[in-house]
């Protein structure tokens, strides 16, 4: 009898609309200049218009940067992109818009723009509805009253993890999923290695289109950046914001490229 009523149980669950499993952003990475693999996850997400590299092949490098907290290294790292004049897209929690808010302010007034990365970095494949609008719009009205930036169109989802609902429901909100197509582990303040293994790790995925995921909390890519961006200029790249490469994708690409 217990067999026969746990089969009933997975079999609604299996049978139910409303069941979804969470994914978390993941790839193959590509060392041969070329767009890593994605699998499945390709599609998944750009059926709800999301992105994780510009596929126009324009040697065109979107710098992105992860902020849950401030550990003392984004100056360094907006008084490198203010002074190589690179745009970056920079993802904030309500901890470091609590934190940190003279850093959004200033991310904001030298040209870059503000995404949305969750108030309270949730797993979004475990909230309500309600409470991922929630915890999106406390994001975006704060942001607002800090800067003059007045819509929030990017939203990167706390450790990768997303699904088709929240995908959906992001899209929903008027959101879309900036995931990427190069990261490396530099998320660990207790393990640095040296601007240099920042660097190797960027220039040996880089591709056509790449969207880079780095975090400030990283001393090795405060020190690192400034060598990355003229490393990429030798080698013929140019520097983008995400705006850009939604342009690409909404706009016919003759027309963007006048």
């Not at 324009?58 to 003392?72: A, H, I, L, R, S």
């Not at 290294?73 to 904030?92: H, I, M, N, R, S």
């Not at 997303?162 to 998320?187: M, P, R, V």
Request: proline residues 4%; glycine residues 8%.
């Amino acid at each position: 009898m217990k067999k026969l009523i746990a089969l009933i149980l997975v079999t609604a669950i299996l049978a139910s609309p409303t069941a979804v499993y969470a994914e978390g952003w993941g790839f193959s990475k590509n060392k041969n200049g070329k767009l890593p693999e994605v699998g499945r996850y390709g599609p998944m997400v750009e059926e709800y218009d999301g992105f994780y590299a510009d596929k126009s092949g324009d040697k065109m490098v979107y710098f992105t940067f992860d902020n849950g907290y401030e550990q003392g290294y984004t100056g360094k790292v907006l008084d490198v992109l203010k002074e190589q004049q690179v745009p970056a897209t920079f993802f904030v929690t309500g901890h470091y818009i609590n934190s940190a808010p003279e850093l959004v302010k200033r991310m904001n007034e030298e040209g870059h723009l503000i995404g949305n990365h969750s108030w309270s970095h949730p797993d979004f494949t475990k909230i309500s509805k309600a409470e991922m609008k929630k915890e999106l719009d406390q994001v975006n009205e704060s942001v607002q009253k800090l800067t003059d930036q007045e819509a929030m169109t990017f939203v990167r989802p706390p450790r990768g993890t997303f699904n088709s609902q929240s995908l959906k429901w992001a899209q929903e909100f008027g959101y879309t999923h900036a995931f990427w197509s190069i990261a490396f582990k530099d998320w660990e303040t207790d393990n640095q290695k040296g601007w240099e293994y920042a660097y190797n790790n960027v220039l040996e995925q880089i591709h056509p289109g790449a969207v880079i995921l780095m975090h400030t909390v990283s001393e090795d890519n405060a020190e690192a950046l400034e060598q990355m961006i003229v490393e990429l200029r030798k080698r013929g790249y140019q520097f983008g914001s995400l705006n850009d490469l939604m342009a690409k994708e909404l706009l016919p690409y003759p027309i963007f490229r006048l």
